[in-house]
């Protein structure tokens, strides 16, 4: 629909609504102008786009009474991912019956400050809202909770009581990571009997048969919480994983394909957003609202507005990297950086040519990975052994390490130096 036409259905709906109030018809087209796209909140499932093996994964896993640990950078998706696979009408579109599935979704991040207790606490009343047509088990959880027996035992009675009743429990974990953190009332031993009881109900009990459980973080589980045990299997060691990725093109065509966009404001988008989702939605976002002023703006001021709304989407990418990555991605960027950093970076970066970047790299694919599947990189041109060159995800997302370099202070400059120096002299 070109621009003109939006202006012209939504004035003349809104005639129509005038005249006939009660026009369904009419609202229905009205409705359909409204932005289709989602910023600062999750999307819901009826505006949810690709993911689809992930999404079979997931079912496939909760078939099995099995568990899923799905990780992704910030922006990818995690929580619309999760409230999708809490739709009843997403499990008919996928050929599976949600009549005997209690789900329950939580994030942990509300769990201030996050315990084991307050965490089955939270499991426990959550449940209590889902079971209307089990008001002799609600009232049997209301009693564990006024008895404080908010612990995996606790949970387990509740289970096996789903069984007799031909139901089980999907739990639907949001930001796990804040489990896997210690706080003043969360000690690392804390989180190791939390993890281990977890893992416990999860694939050992007898009550694992009425429970799958998908849980959410922004790095595989195996680089976060505490230390392996040598002495038993990894706390993690019941969960399929898998990570949300950047959309693919076809993916990206279809979330864009509800507004008209011109071929060189499509290339801004790209080269901005890459495949990330949360940026893409800015993207969309702002591009509806220019629609409804009944023009597109050009290239140059969309890239403005553009920057200015993802600046802490990228902030955050960035904090969130690791020392080692945050070098990987300057030396990524320093071939535009080089020409105007002379009078702050001083140690000797003159030989470090392509060549020299291909041997850093090869040495560095474990970190090298989580960038690309976090969407912050694009691997290009790997060969047999995984070693290959390597471009940012998004026009963005490069521009904001060149700029964050240079304008740091002398202390962060030193930081940047030292990292370098680790890098190019391991």
Not at 64 to 74: E, H, T
Not at 78 to 92: C, D, G, I, N, R
Not at 242 to 263: N, Y
């Amino acid at each position: 629909m070109e621009v003109g036409e939006v202006i012209l259905a939504r004035r003349q709906f809104e005639q129509v609504l005038r005249i006939e109030p009660d026009n369904q018809q009419a609202y229905q087209f009205y409705n359909q102008l409204n932005n289709p796209f989602v910023v600062g909140a999750p999307v819901p499932p009826d505006r949810f786009v690709g993911r689809r093996s992930e999404i079979l994964a997931a079912f496939d896993q909760i078939h099995n009474r099995s568990n899923l640990a799905i990780w992704g950078g910030p922006g990818m998706g995690k929580t619309s991912f999760l409230e999708l696979l809490a739709s009843p009408e997403v499990w008919q579109e996928y050929g599976q019956d949600p009549s005997q599935a209690v789900m329950v979704l939580l994030s942990c991040e509300s769990i201030q400050p996050f315990t084991a207790s307050g965490f089955w606490q939270e499991v426990l009343t959550e449940l209590i809202d889902k079971l209307d047509s089990e008001p002799d088990l609600q009232r049997d959880i209301e009693t564990l909770l006024d008895q404080g027996k908010t612990t995996v035992r606790g949970m387990r009675q509740v289970l096996k009581q789903l069984g007799k009743r031909n139901k089980f429990l999907v739990l639907l974990v949001d930001d796990y990571d804040a489990a896997l953190r210690e706080n003043q009332h969360y000690t690392q031993a804390d989180m190791e009997t939390f993890v281990t009881e977890f893992r416990s109900i999860a694939y050992h009990s007898r009550e694992r048969t009425y429970l799958s459980m998908i849980v959410t973080s922004l790095r595989p589980l195996n680089e976060l919480g505490p230390p392996l045990n040598p002495n038993s299997s990894p706390w993690y060691n019941h969960y399929l994983f898998q990570s949300l990725k950047p959309l693919t093109e076809t993916e990206v065509e279809q979330l864009m394909a509800s507004i008209p966009i011109t071929p060189p404001l499509r290339d801004v988008i790209k080269d901005r957003a890459g495949g990330h989702p949360a940026l893409l939605q800015i993207a969309g976002s702002l591009l509806f609202r220019e629609l409804r002023t009944g023009k597109l703006p050009d290239t140059e001021t969309f890239a403005k507005k553009f920057e200015d709304q993802t600046r802490h989407i990228f902030e955050d990418i960035w904090q969130r990297c690791s020392d080692v990555e945050q070098g990987l991605l300057i030396l990524m960027a320093w071939s535009k950086l080089k020409g105007g950093l002379e009078h702050k970076i001083t140690i000797d970066l003159s030989d470090i040519d392509l060549s020299k970047i291909d041997v850093i790299f090869s040495q560095h694919q474990r970190e090298l990975t989580n960038l690309v599947e976090q969407g912050v990189i694009i691997a290009q041109d790997q060969d047999d052994f995984g070693n290959g060159r390597y471009s940012f995800g998004s026009l963005g997302m490069e521009q904001w390490v060149i700029q964050e370099i240079k304008t740091s202070d002398k202390a962060l400059v030193q930081k940047w130096q030292s990292i370098l120096l680790k890098l190019i002299n391991p």
